[in-house]
């Protein structure tokens, strides 16, 4: 059972109105994710950089670490940090000081690329930027906590990219809630004797992918496989 709780940097963090219905799914022995709203990425007022917003998150965090997670952990599943679409570039606020942080990533990783590939780049940079300010959250957080990630697939997003948007090693301190994949999730798992082994999320150019897309797309069809993401180049 999913219960919503107003974590943004104007919210006031009175959640008491909520314990009877908490009561009442525990007693009904409901576990219960937690689904904290922070207003997470296109709802913050200030860049990503700011320090006071960043606190005032946190703050949100621990006062659910303190409250609500601490007295009823046992029926706890874990708490949502985050409810969108898995595409981040959608979610930022590009204001110029992003923009900035893009170029000098683009000049490390769009070496000899052309601009017909904006968009690809651009949705690998806002994925890095995301995992990276989230993990900040994550890891003053107790390793008890289990964290979630409600993400949703654009379905006109190309395979290519979906294998890297989704890659579970960029976001190893989170369980992924997946919608509208095209590829195989640990949510749709089923046995298979296929596992098709990604490369490292730090691998982003499309030449390391372009062979894999079409398996993908194929074994996918036929239901016979599971990706795996694994550290590891090709040649």
Known sequence: M??????????????????S???H????????????DLGLFKNLKSPLSNQTQFLSLILSLEHL?????????????????????????????????????????????????????EAYFKSLFARDAA???????ANRMPDAMQ???????????????????????????FHLMIRNAKLPTLSS???SVIGL????????????YQRLEKVAQDLSIKNSFSPNPRVFSYS
């Not at 670490?65 to 985050?82: E, H, I, M, N, P």
């Not at 995992?131 to 959250?137: F, G, I, K, R």
């Not at 979906?162 to 890659?167: A, G, S, T």
């Open 197 to 208: 082994c990604l490369p490292s999320f730090c691998l982003i150019h499309p030449d390391y």
């Open 65 to 117: 670490r303190d409250s609500f997670w601490k007295k009823f952990q046992a029926s706890t599943l874990g708490v949502c940090l985050y409810s969108g679409s898995a595409n981040f570039a959608l979610q930022m606020n590009w204001d110029e000081q992003l923009e900035q942080n893009y170029a000098l990533w683009c000049e490390e990783n769009r070496k000899g690329e052309s601009q017909n590939s």
């Open 147 to 173: 964290l979630f990630l409600d993400l949703e697939m654009d379905l006109s997003v190309p395979t290519i990219l979906e294998m890297q948007l989704l890659n579970r090693e960029r976001f190893d301190r």
């Open 189 to 191: 798992y089923q046995e």
């Open 131 to 137: 995992a990276e300010y989230l993990t900040l959250m």
């Open 21 to 23: 219905d908490i009561q």
């Open 2 to 19: 999913s219960v919503p709780l107003n974590g943004k940097v104007s919210a006031d963090l009175d959640w008491n109105y909520l314990q």
């Open 25 to 36: 799914f525990i007693d009904k022995n409901l576990m219960i994710l937690w689904k904290l």
